[in-house]
């Protein structure tokens, strides 16, 4: 079944790529896309060898307030998310509310106990492609609230937990959170345009046949 999707992969990437730019990301928006399979976009995913050398995370210049609202891109996620809306006071300042941490099935009440995740961690990002980028792209990747999957808040823990693995190293610790979060990891990889090193894409693959609904809709990144 691996070797009908890479077989496919070409065709699939070419479909990707030929999708409209994206606008600049500054707001949460719905992406409009074809649907790939979850199997054939990581199939579709460019396979490298990871490079860290020369990384440091203020490489990529985040938690910016890009229309010059108020709330820089850490509130914006809180604010979009917030399953119980909190209240918004001076400079953005967040009280109340109620999040669901759906790494670990978590219901949060404190803003201050959440963590905004990039779903591909910065250093991953780096080593998979965002290395080659300008500091100006790696500002629009680490503050990417034009793909809803790109940011997500979670508890400390499982941020923290986590930290720049990819899905072969580490996964959310809710079970049922899993068919999620490879689709989502995919779906950004896909978007930016970043490979997946071999042992990634064997994790991604795997998973992938347990989660035989799940589809990966996005835009490429302008």
């Given amino acids: 079944m691996l ?3 890479s077989a496919l992969a070409p065709a699939v990437l070419a479909a ?8 600049p990301a500054h707001a949460h928006e719905t992406a409009v896309s074809v649907p790939l399979p979850l199997a ?3 199939a579709a995913l460019p396979v490298a060898d990871e490079a860290r050398e020369g990384y440091d995370r203020s490489l990529f210049p985040h938690w910016v307030d890009a229309d010059r609202n108020g709330c820089n891109t850490r509130s914006e996620v809180l604010l979009e998310e917030a399953v119980v809306a909190p209240e918004v006071g001076d400079r953005c300042r967040i009280s109340g509310g109620e999040w669901s941490s759906y790494y670990d099935g978590e219901t949060v009440t ?4 959440l963590d905004i995740d990039h779903m591909v961690p910065l250093a991953e990002a780096w080593d998979s492609g965002a290395s080659q980028w ?3 792209r790696r500002r629009d990747y680490a503050n990417d609230l034009g793909e ?3 940011l997500v808040a979670v508890t400390a823990r499982q941020n923290r937990s986590k930290a720049d693995q990819d899905p072969a190293e580490w996964m959310p610790a809710s079970a049922e959170a899993h068919c999620r979060y ?3 990891w995919t779906t950004v990889k896909t978007r930016w345009g970043l490979s997946v090193d071999t042992a990634e894409r064997e994790a991604l693959l795997g998973f992938a046949q347990s989660c035989p609904d799940a589809v990966v809709e996005t ?3 302008a």
């Fill in 134 to 136: 300008t500091t100006a």
């Fill in 3 to 5: 070797a009908r999707f």
């Fill in 148 to 150: 809803p999957v790109a």
């Fill in 110 to 113: 404190e803003a201050r106990a």
């Fill in 16 to 23: 990707v790529v030929a999708l409209p730019a994206h606008a």
């Fill in 219 to 221: 835009e490429p990144a």
């Fill in 40 to 42: 054939a976009a990581v």
């Fill in 182 to 184: 490879v689709t989502e």
